[in-house]
């Protein structure tokens, strides 16, 4: 497993915008598919975004499709977050995710998640 530890949350105005950052205590997270899920309170778990390991291939959930963007810096071993147009429904917990796999394939991805971060929390005030 590899130790995640998300930040940037916090409270922000709808419309506004936040970028999360998700840093990894390894010694590269080149051989990992990196993601993001948010839970908001009495709600499942949502997907949110993946990213492969070369960050060639990026997916997303549809309720933030156009509005959030995920990216990665392998070399500083961080996978970022950026939200846009923050709607008070995006209010949640988002928790990093990771994935021992090179697949550019989501369902694959998804299916070798390993390692959930703490997450951290996101409120969206209207």
């Known amino acids: 497993q590899v130790p995640l530890v998300e930040s940037g949350g916090g409270l922000v105005q709808a419309g506004g915008s936040l970028k999360l950052s998700c840093a990894a205590s390894v010694r590269t997270i080149s051989d990992y598919a990196m993601g993001w899920f948010r839970q908001a309170p009495g709600k499942e778990r949502e997907f949110v975004a993946a990213?492969?390991?070369?960050?060639?291939?990026?997916y997303y959930g549809e309720s933030v499709k156009g509005r959030f963007t995920i990216s990665r810096d392998n070399a500083r071993n961080t996978v970022f977050l950026q939200m846009n147009s923050l709607k008070p429904g995006d209010t949640a917990v988002y928790s990093c995710v990771a994935a021992k796999t090179t697949s550019q394939a989501l369902a694959i991805m998804l299916g070798a998640l390993d390692t959930w971060g703490q997450g951290t929390l996101v409120t969206v005030s209207s």
């Open positions: 990213i492969s390991w070369s960050g060639g291939n990026t």
